[in-house]
């Protein structure tokens, strides 16, 4: 008993030791006073971001603003910081769908509030802000599915990047629109998109300002499967399915796998490495391993 505890404790550390190791993206050095941004932020509000951490370790994040096809407002861009933090602190989630309320996935920035917003620094501290959460929401150790429904436009087209998968149900479509609004994405989905699809991909999708629907998101590796439902419920249920084929197991292995993919996905070779040196001794000896070598499992 008092082994187990002690290697509870251990991994507990070390997982700590790890997740000090995560910085934000911006901080005074680059001008970004969050707390000016979120009293400026807090002025546009309406719908919301809700949270349900569900008992097999899948949490379900929903944009909620129906009304405005899941746009994000400012209070919506708080909310979504928040739950950020509180799914960075629950420490059994092991993976996390993001879907929109009413059919939809969501249509990026609440366009009246980017009216108000549109002066230059405005701009850059939404941004600043925005790619802070969705860097902080793809660096979670769970593994992150965007259900894309309806429409996936501007920043819900980047929203659907910071997501480890993309699954869309028929008819769905994903349009980064940004050329048309005189812009180029500033949430970070240029970046990650290029991660996803290749550079000439992605600069065909953002210079086109192309519609991509299903089919042509499975040909890029930007969508994981079209189920067949477009119906809510169904296609959230077809989407919690699709993914606890990959969250099934103890959450301490199914995070330290996210956690080492991050880390060859992001870091430099050797960093990786030695990222992963560190993650397989938060695992090695611990309560599953142990429980493997008891049982001696047959791969078959
Ligand atoms: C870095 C990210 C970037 C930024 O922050 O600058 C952005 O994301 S800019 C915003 C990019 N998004 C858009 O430009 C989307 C604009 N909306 C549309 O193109 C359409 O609404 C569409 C295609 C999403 C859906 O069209 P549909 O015909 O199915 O529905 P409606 O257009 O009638 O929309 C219903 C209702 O929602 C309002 N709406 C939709 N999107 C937004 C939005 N982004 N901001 C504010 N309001 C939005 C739309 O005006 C309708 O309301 P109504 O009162 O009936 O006019």
């Known amino acids: 008993m008092a082994i ?16 000090r190791r995560r910085v934000s993206l911006y901080n005074g050095a680059h001008g970004y ?3 000016l941004i979120k009293k400026k932020l807090h002025q546009f509000d309406g719908g919301s971001i809700n949270l349900s951490k569900e008992d097999n370790g899948i949490g379900i994040l929903t944009l909620n603003n129906p009304k405005l096809m899941n746009a994000f407002t400012g209070t ?14 629950w420490k059994d989630g092991k993976g996390l769908i993001i879907y929109g309320a009413g059919n939809t996935f969501c249509s990026g920035s609440d366009l009246n509030a980017v009216k108000a917003i549109s002066n230059s620094q405005d701009g850059m501290n939404m941004c600043m ?14 593994i992150s599915v965007a259900l ?7 920043g819900g ?19 980064f629109v940004h050329k048309h609004m005189g812009l180029v994405p500033g949430w970070g989905g240029a970046a990650r998109l290029v991660r996803i699809v290749g550079s000439g991909a992605a600069l065909r999708l953002l210079s086109g300002a192309a ?16 189920l067949s439902s477009s ?5 959230l249920e077809e989407a919690q399915a699709w993914l606890s084929q990959y969250t099934e197991g103890p959450a301490s292995v199914i995070r330290a796998v996210k956690k080492v993919v991050s880390a060859g996905r992001e870091l430099p070779v050797e960093a990786a490495l030695r990222t992963e040196k560190d993650i397989f001794g938060t695992v090695w000896g611990g309560p599953a391993n142990l429980q493997a070598l008891l049982k001696r499992p047959k791969h078959k």
Do not use: H, Y
Not at 148 to 154: F, H, L, M, R, T
Not at 215 to 221: I, Y
Not at 231 to 235: I, N, P, Q, S
């Open 157 to 175: 087209a980047e929203l659907t990047t910071a997501c480890d998968f993309r699954l869309m149900t028929p008819g769905s479509e994903i349009r």
């Open 76 to 89: 919506m861009m708080l909310e979504l910081q928040e739950r950020v933090t509180e799914l960075e602190n």
């Open 33 to 35: 006073e969050e707390e």
């Open 148 to 154: 894309v429904q309806g429409k996936a436009i501007g």
């Open 211 to 226: 519609r991509v629907d299903p089919e042509g998101a499975l040909r890029l590796g930007l969508s994981e499967e079209t």
């Open 231 to 235: 119906d809510g419920t169904a296609a």
């Open 4 to 19: 187990s505890l002690w290697k509870n404790l251990l991994q507990t550390t070390r997982e700590r030791i790890l997740q």
């Open 129 to 142: 802000f925005m790619q802070n959460t969705l860097t902080r929401l793809m660096r979670l150790p769970l």
